[in-house]
């Protein structure tokens, strides 16, 4: 059952960091990065959120 859990928030993970990608190479974002320096905060937080789901995730599935 851990192992569906650990593979579901690793999908989900993914899913984030590819929506994240997306998002940051966007029209909008890449706007708002020349004017303030800054990807938009959309693009930082499926990034994050992407990373921290992965991560727990793969620990999830390696874990014995």
């Given at each position: 059952m851990n192992k569906i859990l650990?593979?579901?928030i690793l999908?989900?993970?993914v899913i984030l960091?590819?929506?994240g990608y997306t998002?940051?190479?966007?029209t909008a974002s890449q706007v708002?990065?020349?004017?303030t320096g800054n990807p938009t905060d959309n693009a930082i937080w499926f990034?994050?959120?992407g990373a921290v789901a992965a991560i727990i995730g793969l620990g999830v599935l390696l874990k014995k």
């Open positions: 650990g593979l579901a999908v989900a993970g960091l590819y929506f998002e940051y190479n966007s708002t990065e020349v004017v990034l994050v959120g």
